[in-house]
């Protein structure tokens, strides 16, 4: 081997070296040659893809329910304000189902880490990028996720509360189920050839069953119609159904393989402090980090922890905490309401123990 191939193979194993102590973690999972590259992936392989969820995943964790949809009726009203903070093209951050991709069809990220303390969430996730990927348009992915036959006269401008209006009088049909079913599994195992284990493939199963079996109710309030037709505060309509060009940016960020969901608890030892080493070598920072309601769980000194892992990802003065507290707002009347913070200012002296 040559002078110039040793000194090149000496900077990358010092950056790698460097990404881990640095996070004060000893030596983290290996990261790739493509990983090490500075700049934001314009597009993950398959094996990138799961790779960086194994390689940040935690154990899988419990809560005492499924969450398979929101239950935060109100979170599109801080967008406005989150649109003035961040700028497209960073990377996002979020935990649980399919609030994210409101946020993120609204901050339009470059790569989003989606973040659940149970693997559950990861299979919510997987379901959602098959679908994504095998519909051309709202309408089309609206009648897959509920396994209903797609009602005439859908098209691309038609409103939002239009479009669930029309599927609310259309019956799930079975056939359609397995037929969709098949689809997903072939779109994960065989398409993006994803080694899936047998308790994964059953758990994506068990969550696309819920959506067949319960419709528009997944949870019984708030409705999955309900969630979508949900406006900002100023009557616009900002739900990730709610137009065609948002639904487009997020298929085809997850035909990329740029929305990748990974196990984790906020407080623990990897997840977080993976993602940010290599956010971080892809010259990435964080826009927005959406927290639901976790803080109030993470107690007995897990809050600290937490700060700490925020602590270690790039973050500037944009990078923005998206937080959703419970209890009665001043405007908004009781339910669960939604607010803005500074990441870096509120981690910069984050408690010691």
Not at 244 to 272: H, M, W, Y
């Amino acid at each position: 081997m040559g002078a110039k191939p040793m000194r090149k193979m000496a900077r990358w194993v010092g950056v790698a070296c460097g990404l881990a102590l640095g996070l004060g973690l000893g030596v983290l999972p290996m990261l790739s040659r493509t990983t090490l590259d500075a700049k934001p992936p314009a597009r993950l392989t398959d094996r990138e893809f799961w790779q960086l969820s194994v390689d940040a995943s935690e154990p899988n964790g419990y809560f005492r329910s499924d969450n398979l949809t929101s239950n935060e009726l109100g979170f599109e009203r801080v967008i406005p304000e989150l649109l003035t903070r961040t700028r497209p093209g960073a990377g996002y951050l979020g935990v649980g189902p399919e609030q994210n991709f409101t946020y993120m069809a609204a901050t339009r990220p470059a790569i989003a880490i989606i973040f659940d303390i149970r693997r559950g969430n990861l299979h919510v996730q997987l379901m959602y990028k098959a679908l994504f990927e095998l519909a051309r348009n709202r309408a089309e992915f609206i009648s897959m996720l509920f396994s209903k036959p797609r009602p005439a006269g859908l098209g691309p401008d038609s409103p939002v509360v239009d479009l669930f209006s029309a599927f609310g009088t259309s019956q799930s049909d079975e056939m359609l189920y397995q037929q969709n079913l098949k689809a997903i599994e072939e779109r994960l195992t065989v398409h993006h050839a994803l080694p899936l284990s047998i308790e994964d493939r059953e758990g994506v199963e068990h969550v696309y069953r819920v959506f067949f079996d319960r419709g528009f109710a997944v949870r019984f309030s708030p409705t999955y119609a309900d969630l979508m037709s949900q406006t900002d505060g100023a009557g616009i309509f900002r739900s990730y159904l709610a137009s065609e060009s948002s639904f487009a940016f997020l298929r085809e960020l997850e035909t990329q393989n740029l929305v990748v969901p990974v196990v984790g608890d906020f407080a623990g030892p990897k997840a977080i402090r993976t993602v940010g080493a290599y956010l971080k070598a892809h010259g990435s920072t964080v826009g927005a980090f959406y927290l639901s309601n976790v803080e109030q769980y993470l107690q007995d000194g897990k809050w600290a922890a937490f700060c700490r892992n925020v602590a270690t990802l790039p973050l500037d003065g944009s990078s923005t905490f998206i937080r959703s507290t419970s209890g009665r707002g001043a405007v908004f009347g009781p339910g669960f309401v939604s607010s803005l913070g500074a990441m870096a200012a509120e981690t910069r002296s984050c408690p010691a123990n």
